[in-house]
């Protein structure tokens, strides 16, 4: 079965044990260094607790100038982005630490003298602070040559600093006095994203709409969502009959924000056409091509991820749309519209079943995609809250050890819930380019008949070239011999020299999964079922016995060991 696993009716069962697994809180915090003397500081992160708490037993006086009153006031807690005087009796070396804030950023400025700051726990160009009135956006430099604003100046060991406009930073933890002469002034802050995640959630269909609706309670209650380093972006499509965020069974985009409930009234409003939310058919590859400009476009970031999830079925295709009368994404398609793509992604996450195939890997080599990150069998669900904490506690994680914090977390949590059938693994599409060209040789060799030494050396080479693709893999105990790749090789259907499986006979052709035709792997697979003369028979024996993986494959690796 190509059918994913799913939870299903043992939904609250599973939540219930899932909440006792939850991750901790995603906290963030930062290093601020603060003279003797006066300094204008500004909190980077969500803290209940008080100035003095947050910046130590040297702190003398605490202040905060008031436009709206024009006085100084005592605060007893501060929001991020609020500038606040703070009097240190010697310098020190502060750590705040509370929970990170979500980029963009605004702050309501009063006519008169302002006391703002960073909000975020990185720095901050000046560049990337914008004002807006009535409608219209300006940067800094603009709006004080339009007489919105006045100058700006920090503040350390009590000396001020004037600020210039559009060039420097603002840094981490530092406040500013920022003149306002203008009323409804906002100030946007929007720092610069390490990450931006594409979540394309195909749930037009019960089981996924599930999956994913389960993964959106998580991320309400773990607090999971965009924060001033990360972007997090969803499409979810969504079928008629589940009654959870309102109901609503059309796509919506959302930004995720931790704590966000997905319901239609924080979805996004214009997808860049004027309207919001709609039914789409999501095996169309333009939905896709246009979700990942859109979202490209109006989150951008250093690194990106793209997760696809649905039903996969390896070099077949991928999502299927219930209500677009059962439309299908071909695999042709997929690479297509990754060819189209505006940027670059570390990683591909492919939430689908049985998408690490060679099939598949082939097709997508040339795609600009560094690493993707998928299953050799039918999946279960993944704990995305957990895949997505893990970049938010720490964006700067190399792509590698991302990809298989996936993998770990993907396995961990089913076999937590007691199912040993699961895999996933990583693999450096840019490596596995060098695989197809090597099986086209073994197929080549064995189907002239060379030597069998020319065999197992093609063979050798082959393995090499496969294990320096494979970054890691994680299995279950249910699949003991699969090591990250698969590659179709059903067994033949009837008694010996029977017929020829019917998706191999009608599909298995190269317009369909260039692989067949460029590793040779449709005349294979041609002799194997003929038991023809024109192969060397211990090629045929080292498929046999092999684990069969969902009726339709084996494990790439496990196949050529078994030559040698």
Request: proline content about 5%; aromatic content about 10%.
């Given at each position: 079965?190509?059918?994913?696993?799913?939870?299903?009716?043992?939904?609250?069962?599973?939540?219930?044990?899932?909440?006792?697994?939850?991750?901790?809180?995603?906290?963030?915090?930062?290093?601020?260094?603060?003279?003797?003397?006066?300094?204008?500081?500004?909190?980077?992160?969500?803290?209940?607790?008080?100035?003095?708490?947050?910046?130590?037993?040297?702190?003398?006086?605490?202040?905060?100038?008031?436009?709206?009153?024009?006085?100084?006031?005592?605060?007893?807690?501060?929001?991020?982005?609020?500038?606040?005087?703070?009097?240190?009796?010697?310098?020190?070396?502060?750590?705040?630490?509370?929970?990170?804030?979500?980029?963009?950023?605004?702050?309501?400025?009063?006519?008169?003298?302002?006391?703002?700051?960073?909000?975020?726990?990185?720095?901050?160009?000046w560049s990337r602070i914008r004002v807006d009135r009535n409608g219209k956006t300006k940067n800094l430099k603009q709006a004080r040559k339009a007489g919105w604003i006045g100058s700006a100046r920090t503040m350390r060991g009590g000396s001020l600093?004037?600020?210039?406009?559009?060039?420097?930073?603002?840094?981490?933890?530092?406040?500013?006095?920022?003149?306002?002469?203008?009323?409804?002034?906002?100030?946007?802050?929007?720092?610069?994203?390490?990450?931006?995640?594409?979540?394309?959630?195909?749930?037009?269909?019960?089981?996924?709409?599930?999956?994913?609706?389960?993964?959106?309670?998580?991320?309400?209650?773990?607090?999971?969502?965009?924060?001033?380093?990360?972007?997090?972006?969803?499409?979810?499509?969504?079928?008629?009959?589940?009654?959870?965020?309102?109901?609503?069974?059309?796509?919506?985009?959302?930004?995720?924000?931790?704590?966000?409930?997905?319901?239609?009234?924080?979805?996004?409003?214009?997808?860049?056409?004027?309207?919001?939310?709609?039914?789409?058919?999501?095996?169309?590859?333009?939905?896709?091509?246009?979700?990942?400009?859109?979202?490209?476009?109006?989150?951008?970031?250093?690194?990106?991820?793209?997760?696809?999830?649905?039903?996969?079925?390896?070099?077949?295709?991928?999502?299927?749309?219930?209500?677009?009368?059962?439309?299908?994404?071909?695999?042709?398609?997929?690479?297509?519209?990754?060819?189209?793509?505006?940027?670059?992604?570390?990683?591909?996450?492919?939430?689908?079943?049985?998408?690490h195939t060679g099939e598949v890997l082939y097709a997508i080599e040339d795609a600009p995609v560094d690493i993707s990150v998928g299953s050799e069998t039918p999946g279960r669900a993944w704990p995305l809250w957990d895949v997505f904490h893990t970049?938010?506690?720490?964006?700067?994680?190399?792509?590698?050890?991302?990809?298989?914090?996936?993998?770990?977390?993907?396995?961990?949590?089913?076999?937590?819930?007691?199912?040993?059938?699961?895999?996933?693994?990583?693999?450096?599409?840019?490596?596995?380019?060098?695989?197809?060209?090597?099986?086209?040789?073994?197929?080549?060799?064995?189907?002239?008949?060379?030597?069998?030494?020319?065999?197992?050396?093609?063979?050798?080479?082959?393995?090499?070239?496969?294990?320096?693709?494979?970054?890691?893999?994680?299995?279950?105990?249910?699949?003991?011999?699969?090591?990250?790749?698969?590659?179709?090789?059903?067994?033949?259907?009837?008694?010996?020299?029977?017929?020829?499986?019917?998706?191999?006979?009608?599909?298995?052709?190269?317009?369909?999964?260039?692989?067949?035709?460029?590793?040779?792997?449709?005349?294979?697979?041609?002799?194997?079922?003929?038991?023809?003369?024109?192969?060397?028979?211990?090629?045929?024996?080292?498929?046999?016995?092999?684990?069969?993986?969902?009726?339709?494959?084996?494990?790439?690796?496990?196949?050529?060991?078994?030559i040698l």
């Amino acid at each position: 079965m190509n059918n994913r696993i799913t939870v299903g009716v043992l939904f609250f069962a599973l939540l219930s044990l899932s909440m006792q697994m939850n991750a901790s809180p995603v906290v963030r915090s930062y290093q601020q260094h603060l003279e003797a003397g006066w300094n204008i500081v500004s909190l980077g992160i969500y803290s209940g607790d008080s100035p003095e708490t947050i910046y130590g037993s040297g702190v003398l006086e605490v202040r905060r100038w008031d436009p709206a009153s024009g006085e100084y006031v005592v605060p007893s807690t501060l929001q991020p982005g609020e500038g606040c005087e703070v009097k240190m009796a010697v310098e020190a070396d502060v750590i705040p630490t509370g929970s990170p804030v979500t980029s963009p950023y605004a702050i309501q400025l009063e006519k008169g003298w302002n006391e703002i700051g960073n909000p975020f726990s990185v720095d901050i160009p000046w560049s990337r602070i914008r004002v807006d009135r009535n409608g219209k956006t300006k940067n800094l430099k603009q709006a004080r040559k339009a007489g919105w604003i006045g100058s700006a100046r920090t503040m350390r060991g009590g000396s001020l600093k004037k600020v210039r406009y559009g060039q420097g930073i603002l840094a981490v933890g530092e406040g500013c006095r920022l003149k306002a002469k203008k009323h409804g002034l906002t100030l946007t802050f929007d720092a610069e994203k390490i990450w931006t995640v594409l979540c394309y959630l195909d749930g037009d269909n019960t089981d996924m709409n599930t999956d994913f609706s389960h993964a959106f309670d998580h991320f309400a209650e773990d607090g999971i969502g965009s924060d001033d380093r990360i972007n997090i972006v969803a499409q979810f499509d969504r079928i008629p009959g589940n009654p959870s965020f309102g109901g609503w069974s059309i796509a919506h985009r959302f930004f995720v924000t931790p704590g966000m409930v997905p319901t239609e009234d924080v979805a996004i409003q214009n997808w860049g056409d004027g309207s919001g939310g709609r039914e789409v058919d999501m095996a169309d590859p333009d939905t896709l091509r246009d979700f990942i400009k859109w979202s490209t476009k109006h989150y951008p970031a250093k690194r990106y991820l793209l997760l696809l999830g649905d039903h996969g079925f390896g070099w077949q295709g991928l999502c299927v749309d219930d209500t677009s009368l059962g439309d299908f994404m071909l695999l042709n398609d997929l690479r297509d519209v990754l060819l189209d793509s505006p940027v670059h992604f570390d990683i591909l996450a492919l939430d689908l079943c049985n998408m690490h195939t060679g099939e598949v890997l082939y097709a997508i080599e040339d795609a600009p995609v560094d690493i993707s990150v998928g299953s050799e069998t039918p999946g279960r669900a993944w704990p995305l809250w957990d895949v997505f904490h893990t970049i938010m506690d720490d964006p700067d994680i190399a792509s590698d050890d991302y990809a298989c914090n996936m993998a770990d977390l993907y396995v961990d949590y089913n076999e937590g819930l007691g199912n040993e059938d699961v895999t996933l693994s990583a693999v450096r599409l840019g490596e596995f380019s060098a695989v197809t060209p090597v099986l086209h040789l073994v197929s080549e060799a064995a189907l002239s008949k060379d030597s069998w030494d020319q065999v197992t050396d093609l063979t050798q080479t082959a393995l090499i070239a496969l294990g320096d693709s494979v970054i890691c893999e994680k299995h279950g105990s249910d699949y003991p011999d699969t090591h990250g790749v698969t590659v179709y090789f059903p067994p033949f259907e009837g008694p010996h020299g029977g017929s020829i499986p019917a998706v191999y006979s009608c599909c298995y052709l190269g317009e369909r999964t260039s692989f067949a035709d460029d590793a040779l792997w449709r005349n294979l697979l041609y002799c194997y079922y003929w038991r023809t003369d024109n192969i060397d028979r211990r090629i045929l024996f080292a498929r046999d016995g092999l684990q069969v993986i969902d009726d339709s494959y084996v494990d790439l690796r496990a196949l050529l060991q078994g030559i040698l």
